[in-house]
């Protein structure tokens, strides 16, 4: 068998290596990770699997970067420059990451088709902010005399933990602000979606950044775990299960690391009374497809009032129904696969607890017919939820939507509430003071009215066991900081800038 069946044009220079203090090395493990695509099943390229003695080189090489080499002593705007180039070579290889976005793990063609200038953007955006952002601030003191200057310092060595649903975009919000912080950076992509990262490994070298300073290792979760115990990785930032960040979280608290979490999410849609239920329901069904379900934002419960619960349910299976599932490389697709076997099982185990639950399964719930080969599933959308099931509990993280009905405002607000995350939600009513009401009411990190939207120029992250900490916006660059108090005499004339 071939080592890869990606197109001659799209060509990642060396898969079978990994990139550790500025070179391309041969890992300590002869041992390989197979991509496969979840519309075929087949391999889409074999890439190096790396070992707890890569990962020690890779911390290693980090830690040297960051105590010893230029990249932390640098001006912030010398700094941003790098990140420009960096981003100007992502642009280059937009159709590249795009293709392999989908290829991986099954993304539609349609969404993933600005993969790269997305990402270019993300590096520009913190590039932006070098010129504005505090860096250093004079403070007045609270008693006796000079001044006092509070700086923001880069936490160090950056371990960058991402999922396998969006991972060039997870892992761009990590490693863009954590560069422009003066961090240095250990990239462990999911190693169902290690190509992403490969590419921007190779835009990072050809960028000219200093040795060391961003390193790529390609491994499973096992040794993941490793790195996060590395005494010498300043901070963790990861996004994934909460399940993993619960382990994650625990280790970093042992031994006083610093932290992010962008975890799990069981949003709820708030219908009122007011809106048209066909306005909702155009709004919901291609949010629902959105990365073919796997979206831990995604609105998976919506909530309505009892007395239109059976319209809604009515209109939303119909939409449902309409859905063209297929192979997501076709440009007529709505709804491609989800991302590996052990989803689709996943995926399907929930469907089945639903029905064993009582709930009413109003649209899809099984296999598309004809449709043995890849790991698709049919739109699923269950009536008559009650909240306290277990689909309406837990993550499904496929195509599945809970339908809950409520009896007024307070109890749909309750609903909503009543879960462990608090990621996302929305409220769809004509009343914008109303919905500014519901949304100061609901505890979660994001929320909208008649729409799902999540904007990185602004905060993004969740209340409760959604997480800790955001990425995006100016705060996305806070937590690869640490504060420092300076008492002086008088202002210096040599800050840094």
Not at 344 to 365: H, Q, T
Not at 448 to 472: C, H, T, V, W, Y
Request: glycine share 10%; proline share 6%; with cysteine.
């Amino acid at each position: 068998m071939p080592d890869t069946n990606l197109p001659s044009s799209y060509n990642i220079k060396h898969p079978d290596l990994l990139f550790i203090g500025g070179r391309w090395l041969k890992p300590s493990s002869d041992a390989k990770i197979d991509v496969i695509s979840p519309n075929t099943e087949e391999l889409v390229l074999r890439v190096a699997e790396g070992r707890e003695l890569d990962i020690d080189r890779a911390v290693a090489a980090a830690r040297r970067a960051f105590d010893h080499g230029p990249w932390p002593r640098l001006s912030h705007a010398e700094r941003a420059e790098k990140l420009k180039a960096v981003a100007r070579l992502l642009r280059e290889r937009n159709a590249e990451l795009a293709y392999v976005w989908t290829e991986q793990m099954g993304a539609l063609s349609s969404f993933t088709r600005n993969a790269g200038n997305d990402a270019a953007n993300m590096f520009d955006y913190f590039a932006d902010m070098a010129a504005t952002f505090p860096w250093e601030e004079e403070r007045q003191p609270g008693y006796g005399s000079g001044i006092s200057m509070v700086v923001r310092e880069p936490v160090g060595v950056v371990a960058a933990i991402c999922p396998w649903n969006g991972p060039l975009g997870a892992m761009t919000r990590k490693v863009a602000p954590a560069l422009l912080a003066g961090c240095t950076v250990i990239m462990k992509p999911s190693p169902e979606t290690p190509l992403d990262a490969y590419i921007l490994a190779e835009c990072i070298e050809a960028a000219g950044l200093p040795d060391g300073v961003v390193n790529l290792v390609t491994t499973h979760r096992d040794v993941a775990d490793y790195l996060v115990c590395r005494p010498e990785v300043d901070k963790v930032a990861f996004t994934g299960s909460t399940a993993a960040g619960r382990r994650i979280g625990a280790v970093c608290g042992d031994r006083i690391a610093r932290v992010s979490l962008e975890l799990g999410g069981k949003s709820a849609a708030i219908v009122l009374d007011d809106i048209d239920i066909a306005d909702v329901v155009a709004t919901l069904t291609p949010g629902m497809c959105r990365i073919n379900g796997q979206v831990c934002a995604s609105l998976t419960r919506v909530v309505v009032s009892k007395k239109r619960h059976d319209e809604f349910v009515d209109a939303f299976a119909g939409s449902m129904r309409g859905i063209q599932v297929g192979n997501s490389q076709d440009a007529a697709t709505q709804l491609g696969p989800l991302a590996m076997k052990r989803q689709l099982d996943r995926v399907e185990g929930y469907i089945a607890k639903g029905k064993a639950e009582g709930a009413r399964l109003a649209a899809g719930g099984g296999r598309p017919k004809d449709m043995n080969r890849g790991y698709f599933v049919e739109p699923t959308l269950f009536a008559n939820v009650d909240n306290a099931m277990t689909i309406a509990r837990e993550e499904i993280f496929g195509p599945v939507v809970s339908v809950i009905p409520y009896n007024d405002l307070t109890d749909a607000i309750r609903i909503a509430n009543d879960s462990i995350y608090g990621l996302n939600g929305a409220v769809f009513t004509n009343d914008v003071e109303q919905a500014y009401d519901v949304a100061r009411g609901v505890r979660t990190g994001t929320f909208a009215q008649n729409e799902f939207k999540i904007d990185f120029a602004l905060p993004f992250g969740g209340f409760k066991q959604s997480g800790i900490g955001r990425e995006g916006g100016p705060e996305g660059l806070l937590s690869y900081l640490e504060l420092k108090t300076i008492h002086l005499p008088r202002m210096p004339t040599n800050l840094k800038g």
